[in-house]
């Protein structure tokens, strides 16, 4: 259900276009990571995977559970909460590797938060957690990257700002890019698997800001 309504939403707020590697691949039991920039980057981000035939799991931050409906929604369909700070952080990895045996497909927000800035600007995602690597070391799942951009042009910086953006979009309509790797398959030690996917994460990022004119990918 929320890849059908993330699917309606987004070309009422900006225009989405998709690119994926010639290698890229979405396999039952894959881990998805993507970069996060925006509170709207989940939706864009599944509408561009339900275009490629991809309806993930998510793991997200536990307090979408409590919103009304959304947290309903999110319950039913087996999506995966994460507390973070907590003990119980450890029990969304085990819900997200039961998730893969089942052969369903893991979305993971790696740097586990939004950057602090208040621009509109793309940035490269920032420093990857562990959860990562560690659930790909504990499943032997595949893990494909996407970079995402132009989300924040729908919505970022303060709160008052942020909703004069969601406000604002459908008539502004910001060009939105996804973009899909090739999967890869992590090794070494922890901190080598955490790098090499950020940088994975980072050259789809890339592929997708600099296909918005983003001085950030450009300059790289």
Do not use: C
């Amino acid at each position: 259900m929320l890849s059908r309504i993330a699917d309606l939403l987004v070309p009422a707020v900006g225009r989405l276009s998709v690119t994926a590697d010639p290698r890229a691949e979405l396999a039952p039991g894959s881990i998805i990571a993507a970069n996060h920039t925006s509170l709207a980057d989940p939706a864009i981000v599944i509408a561009a995977l339900r275009r490629l035939g991809a309806e993930p799991v998510i793991m997200a931050a536990a307090g979408l559970w409590r919103v009304p409906l959304l947290g309903r929604a999110l319950a039913r369909e087996g999506h995966v909460p994460v507390i973070r700070g907590d003990r119980r952080a450890a029990d969304a990895l085990d819900a997200a590797a039961d998730a893969l045996e089942q052969g369903r497909m893991i979305l993971i927000y790696a740097e586990g938060g939004l950057p602090r800035r208040r621009d509109a600007a793309e940035a490269a995602p920032e420093t990857f957690r562990s959860g990562l690597a560690r659930l790909a070391e504990r499943t032997g799942a595949p893990v494909v990257p996407v970079g995402q951009a132009g989300a924040r042009r729908v919505t970022s910086g303060s709160t008052i700002k942020q909703l004069a953006g969601l406000a604002t979009a459908p008539l502004r309509r910001p060009e939105l890019h996804v973009h899909v790797g090739a999967p890869l398959a992590l090794t070494g030690d922890r901190a080598v698997q955490t790098a090499r996917a950020r940088t994975a994460v980072t050259t789809a990022w890339r592929t997708a800001a600099a296909h918005l004119g983003e001085p950030a990918a450009l300059a790289a």
